[in-house]
């Protein structure tokens, strides 16, 4: 059966994803740190996203650089940082460093019996960065043109 | 009224179907054609007289139409270009339209969220299977050794 994925916004900063899995956390933790396990469920193929490459050296100060496609866009995407903590089957921290305002994420693996519950917690430098990222993503949004337009209006109005 | 435009087309495709390059990698790409939108609302002066309107109270539309001198049809266009831009919300209460000034902001924010949680919830079912097939080797491997 199915466990649900749970994405909560926990503060002004914070993303937290939770899932639990019907396994050791020792597995768990192998399919986030060996490149040719984390290439096959990385980007999922119903997000028409796939990998071009995917270098991930996962211990304490090592890098990552993960490529995709996307059917959407010409460009390819690119996606990179640093491990700051790689604890072996209970934590992994990593640093996203294609913005100047990336999180820095957090999994944790934590074994319940049989089962492991996941929790991922993406913490962004400031509330702003957290706002620019979802506005740009949204359907309407447009991050700091947004901002810009936000001021504008207010101008508008009080005029 | 019902303008098909760049942002209501996005809020017609699934949630699933919508821009994963944005949600994946927010900062690198954004949509041109919704802040296109948003200019070309501004660029009319009845239009960004109703958002100075708007900004001091809610009204309807009928009201906006008196206030400007308008026919109604022609208030509900002006007001349709401004919703789809984003830049007023409307709200339908009996025979009444409100129009008020927004952005959006807390439905973008459920939205963005809804699609990042699909994100990793589609990621985490491909890695369930990892588990599973790795739990069986375990097990294989298990056998093996007390073999």
């Known amino acids: 059966m199915k466990n649900p994925t ?73 996606f990179f940082g640093r491990y700051i903590e790689v604890t072996p089957h209970s934590r992994i921290v990593w640093t996203n460093e294609e913005s100047a305002d990336g999180a820095v994420s957090t999994v944790t693996f934590e074994e319940k019996g049989d089962k492991t519950l996941l929790v991922l917690h993406e913490l962004y430098p400031s509330k702003q960065a957290l706002d620019d990222a979802i506005a740009s993503g949204s359907t309407s949004g447009a991050g700091e043109q947004f901002e810009q337009l936000d001021t504008l209006l207010v101008t508008l109005v009080r005029s | 009224m019902k303008v098909a435009g760049p942002m209501q087309l996005a809020l017609d495709l699934p949630l699933h179907a919508a821009d994963p390059c944005y949600i994946l990698n927010p900062m690198v790409q954004f949509q041109r054609a919704h802040l296109d939108a948003s200019f070309a609302a501004l660029s009319d002066a009845t239009r960004r007289g ?98």
Not at chain 2, 62 to 77: N, P, R, S, Y
Not at chain 2, 110 to 138: C, G, H, N, P, T
Request: proline share 2%; glycine share 6%; charged share 35%.
């Open chain 1, 6 to 78: 749970t994405v909560e916004r926990k503060s002004e900063r914070e993303l937290v994803v939770t899932r639990t899995f019907h396994g050791p956390a020792h597995i768990v933790f192998e399919a986030w740190t060996k490149p040719e396990l984390l290439k096959r469920w990385w980007a999922p193929k119903s997000f028409g996203i796939s990998f071009i490459s995917c270098e991930a050296d996962v211990r304490t100060g090592g890098t990552y650089r993960f490529v995709f496609s996307h059917a959407a866009s010409e460009q390819p995407m690119a």
């Open chain 2, 50 to 147: 109703i958002l100075e309107r708007l900004g001091r109270a809610d009204a309807s539309i009928t009201d906006l139409a008196e206030k400007f001198h308008m026919t109604l049809t022609g208030m509900k266009k002006h007001v349709g270009v401004l919703e789809q831009a984003g830049l007023v919300t409307t709200e339908k209460v009996g025979r009444v339209r409100t129009c008020k000034l927004g952005l959006r902001r807390l439905e973008e924010e459920a939205a963005w969220i809804e699609r990042y949680r699909q994100l990793w919830d589609a990621r985490f079912d491909e890695l369930d299977k990892i588990v599973e097939s790795l739990k069986r080797e375990e097990r294989v491997d298990g056998r093996k050794k007390r073999k």
